[in-house]
């Protein structure tokens, strides 16, 4: 079975940093899109940043372009989310997702992922 285990979430000030972890099991050999989403009280599921494992071909939402960054440890099969600058807007539950993919490139959040974790929670205030 596929497993995709997050870790990292806390409780930061403003202007902190915070690095996520998404620790991937199961998953067969092949390209992958990883993808970060979250969800603050009320609001509706964002899209954050995507890689494709393969290519390493990254996306980001506008709200957190020049803030955050995703890379992956092909190795450890862990893939990351470096916050930085965080804002209280910043504030959610944050999910890892994955699809398997084809493709060199990975832009379409509200394509159906296959695979979830159960969040971490990111506080900042």
């Known amino acids: 079975d596929v497993q995709l285990v997050e870790s990292g979430g806390g409780s930061v000030h403003p202007g902190d940093s915070l690095r996520l972890s998404c620790a991937a099991s199961g998953l067969n050999v092949g390209w992958y899109c990883m993808a970060w989403f979250r969800q603050a009280p009320g609001k509706e599921r964002e899209g954050v940043a995507m890689?494709?494992?393969?290519?390493?071909?990254?996306y980001f939402a506008d709200s957190v372009k020049d803030r955050f960054d995703i890379s992956r440890d092909n190795t450890r099969k862990i893939t990351y989310l470096q916050m930085n600058s965080l804002e209280p807007k910043d504030t959610a539950v944050y999910s890892c997702?994955?699809?398997?993919?084809?493709?060199?490139?990975?832009?379409?959040?509200?394509?159906?992922?296959?695979?979830w974790g159960q969040g971490t929670q990111v506080t900042v205030s």
């Open positions: 997702a994955a699809y398997k993919t084809a493709s060199h490139s990975c832009r379409n959040f509200g394509r159906d992922f296959n695979f």
């Open positions: 890689l494709n494992t393969g290519s390493g071909d990254k």
